[in-house]
């Protein structure tokens, strides 16, 4: 079963409660949640405040990603606000066994976060300690970007690496009706799904068709 992960980026923020209840509606499990800092990326996006806003009104699971510099400045803000899965970048830590330790110790799923250019060999070390493994496939920043098609082999061997524990395989960017199928294919376990989805005349619908039904 396919697990799509809405990234609220591209939703509209003045209809945000209602886009959340459209995709409740159509069945999706979690929300994923893009916060840019306008130093890690350049782009700037939201923060705890309106997490807190988004957790009071949906009972969702809530992954939110963080596009930030020196992330475990922040991971309280974060957790408080009411992060179920916290995911920071590789890149921007340098502390990643610890960060992930004191992400788990307060209940909260970690993941980390690789760019495309960023190999899967550094990660290998955290895979005991972590819940969920974030493959970008686009530079992160912006919704909207073309799938950067080579990302694919990445999916496949930490597929297989992580075949058997419970580990989460997420695939970010670039994902749509054009090109699922293949990112599932290649053993991503969830879809994070922006513009393919939000942008749809009938969300419902789309929804249902990336779901391959
Ligand atoms: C990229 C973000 C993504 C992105 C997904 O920086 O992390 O979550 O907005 O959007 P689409 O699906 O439009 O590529
Ligand atoms: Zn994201």
Request: overall charge negative; hydrophobic content about 40%.
């Amino acid at each position: 079963m396919r697990i799509i992960s809405p990234s609220l980026l591209s939703a509209d923020f003045t209809k945000l409660a209602s886009h959340i209840s459209e995709v409740e509606r159509a069945g999706v499990s979690r929300l994923h949640l893009d916060v840019m800092d306008g130093h890690f990326v350049p782009n700037l996006t939201f923060g705890p405040f309106i997490i807190k806003q988004i957790k009071a009104i949906t009972s969702l699971h809530l992954e939110t990603h963080l596009m930030i510099t020196e992330p475990k400045r922040y991971f309280d803000d974060y957790i408080n606000a009411g992060s179920d899965t916290l995911i920071f970048h590789y890149e921007a830590s340098n502390s990643i066994e610890s960060d992930l330790k004191y992400i788990q110790s307060k209940d909260v799923k970690a993941g980390i976060a690789i760019n495309p250019d960023t190999e899967i060999d550094g990660l290998i070390q955290y895979l005991e300690h972590l819940d969920y493994i974030l493959i970008m496939s686009v530079f992160p920043g912006f919704g909207g970007q073309s799938f950067i098609e080579n990302t694919l082999n990445k999916m496949k061997a930490l597929s297989e690496i992580c075949k058997g524990k419970s580990i989460l395989i997420g695939v970010d960017g670039g994902v749509n009706l054009a090109t699922i199928d293949k990112v599932y294919d290649h053993g991503a376990d969830v879809t994070i799904v922006g513009s393919g989805l939000f942008k749809a005349n009938d969300i419902q619908k789309r929804f249902n068709e990336l779901m391959g039904e």
